[in-house]
T-cell receptor
Framework: GAVVSQHPSRVICKSGTSVKIECRSL??????MFWYRQFPKQSLMLMAT?????????EQGVEKDKFLINHASLTLSTLTVTSAHPEDSSFYIC???????????FGSGTRLTVV | QQQVKQSPQSLIVQKGGISIINCAYE??????FPWYQQFPGKGPALLIAIRPDVSEKKEGRFTISFNKSAKQFSLHIMDSQPGDSATYFC???????????FGKGTRLSVIA
């Protein structure tokens, strides 16, 4: 089946530094990747949609200069949290589309803790 | 505005019992309704999904019931087991390549 490999699973960084999260589609080409954020005991909230080779579309309220998304290839999408602050601490999850339609495949998530 | 409303927020079921989680949606243009299971610290995993042209779908112990006129759908877990203890999310989407909209989740605890 389709697999999205997400790394790292956990990361702790100091306030003011940047962190990169990678999502790789291992056995399919993900032309579209969705990025979600999930706070403790809450639902998944869509942050942005990225399509290979084009700029990401961000949801209202999500700072595009803070959450940099790169989708330069069909198998790799990255989310960089720049100048991270404690309020950015959250669980970040990517989801790639397998097979074009309805094939939503989720990564295993990244727990970001900013100290 | 929450597009998919999920209830209950939490649920405790005896082992062997039936767990029922409900969702209601507002947008009649939604055409795909999946249910996801999530364990702590993990990404959501697809359990079962349904399209609006079907009223019921069953896969093993999991069944989706879909009521298009009422704009509601539900997940039934038969013979619930302690290993089913997790958070369950319903979701919906407009088409196969648009983002999923998630309900707020139901924390299920199956006790022996």
């Amino acid at each position: 089946g389709a697999v999205v490999s997400q790394h790292p699973s956990r990361v702790i960084c100091k306030s003011g530094t940047s962190v990169k999260i990678e999502c790789r589609s291992l056995d399919f080409q993900a032309t579209t990747m969705f990025w979600y954020r999930q706070f403790p005991k809450q639902s998944l909230m869509l942050m942005a949609t990225s399509n290979e080779g084009s700029k990401a579309t961000y949801e209202q309220g999500v700072e595009k200069d803070k959450f940099l998304i790169n989708h330069a290839s069909l198998t790799l999408s990255t989310l960089t949290v720049t100048s991270a602050h404690p309020e950015d601490s959250s669980f970040y999850i990517c989801s790639g589309l397998f097979g074009g339609n309805y094939g939503y495949t989720f990564g295993s998530g990244t727990r970001l803790t900013v100290v | 505005q929450q597009q998919v409303k999920q209830s209950p927020q939490s649920l405790i079921v005896q082992k062997g019992g039936i767990s029922i989680i409900n969702c209601a949606y507002e947008n009649t243009a939604f055409d795909y309704f999946p249910w996801y299971q999530q364990f702590p610290g993990k990404g959501p995993a697809l359990l079962i999904a349904i399209r609006p042209d079907v009223s019921e779908k069953k896969e093993g112990r999991f069944t989706i019931s879909f009521n298009k006129s009422a704009k509601q759908f539900s997940l039934h877990i038969m013979d619930s087991q302690p290993g089913d203890s997790a958070t369950y999310f319903c979701a919906a989407t407009l088409s196969g390549n648009t983002p999923l909209v998630f309900g707020k989740g139901t924390r299920l605890s199956v006790i022996a």
